[in-house]
Nanobody
Framework: QVQLVESGGGLVQAGGSLRLSCAAS????????MGWFRQAPGKEREFVAY????????DYADSVKGRFTISRDNAKNTVYLQMNSLKPEDTAVYYC?????????????????WGQGTQVTVSS
């Protein structure tokens, strides 16, 4: 069984920064790619970023490229999302997720464990 717990969300002004953390426990999460997704009210859950199990490969949604950075510390079983230059349209609940296998994917169905989410609100 895998448990993922996000933290670090909050209220921030536009242009500000937040760092989200995702602490994993259970099976060897360090052996799998991990992803961050977000869901705004009334919208579908969307891809934000993923990272390979080694951390050597990352990719981002076009909307966050250049502003967000995903990283991981396998010794701590933790994945991070550094968010800079935040915009009001970044407001959403942010979820971390563990990949089902070794595929690096932007699709939600390729992830089989999800955290409970952390709210990020960016005021204008």
């Amino acid at each position: 069984q895998v448990q993922l717990v996000e933290s670090g969300g909050g209220l921030v002004q536009a242009g500000g920064s937040l760092r989200l953390s995702c602490a994993a426990s259970g099976r060897t999460v360090s052996m799998y790619p991990m992803g961050w997704f977000r869901q705004a009210p009334g919208k579908e859950r969307e891809f934000v970023a993923y990272i390979s199990r080694s951390g050597g490969t990352t990719d981002y949604a076009d909307s966050v490229k250049g502003r967000f950075t995903i990283s991981r510390d396998n010794a701590k079983n933790t994945v991070y999302l550094q968010m800079n230059s935040l915009k009001p349209e970044d407001t959403a609940v942010y979820y971390c997720a563990k990949a089902r296998g070794q595929i690096l994917s932007m699709r939600t169905y390729e992830y089989n464990y999800w955290g409970q989410g952390t709210q990020v609100t960016v005021s204008s």
